[in-house]
């Protein structure tokens, strides 16, 4: 309501983009910290930032068949602008990414800091989601984050800024 849905980029404006785009920053993945408008400046180096479901679901919680519904924009993304290394936020992105591609979830389990080799040669890495629920909740830190991160830029053959691992 705040974020993708009124400006069109992913985490612009809520609480979720707070942490993200600072890590994004200090990767070397984004110019600056700060995503809160469409018109702030933001550019994203070696990366793009996509979302399961493209609207704004009740309560910010999907459902199965929301889900279902936009996977093939998410398909047709990885297909036509493939990806080295995807980061899935969360397990409903985890599972869209191997629905979309398609692969089973029983082969590739959801986990904060799993890497799985997918057969069409790239790497998709795992790392909960970067909610302000999670994060107050310390289900993820920010060192737990940016370990993630810097197992992303490993995967792309990038250095890692110091003190990321």
């Known amino acids: 309501m705040h974020g993708a849905n009124r400006t069109g980029r992913p985490f612009t404006g ?30 994203l180096y070696d990366c793009r930032i ?20 936009c996977n093939r924009f998410l398909a047709t993304e990885l297909v036509t602008q493939p990806p080295r290394v995807i980061l899935a936020l969360g397990r409903i992105a985890h599972d869209a990414v191997l629905k979309a591609l398609p692969l089973s979830a029983r082969e590739f389990r959801f986990a904060h ?9 790239m790497w998709l890495i795992d790392s909960y989601h970067c909610s302000r629920y999670n994060t107050q909740t310390k289900r993820l ?25």
Request: aromatic share 8%.
């Open 50 to 69: 996509t979302n399961a479901v493209k609207c704004l679901p009740p309560q910010n919680k999907p459902l199965p068949e929301e889900i279902r519904r």
């Open 113 to 121: 800091g799993a890497q799985h080799r997918l057969p069409n040669e």
């Open 141 to 165: 830190t920010e060192a737990m984050f940016r370990s993630v991160f810097a197992d992303v830029a490993a995967a792309l053959g990038r250095r890692s800024p110091p003190g990321s691992s």
């Open 14 to 43: 809520d609480y979720a983009g707070v942490l993200l785009y600072r890590t994004l920053r200090d990767f070397g993945f984004a110019n600056h910290a700060d995503s809160s408008d469409i018109n702030d400046g933001l550019q």
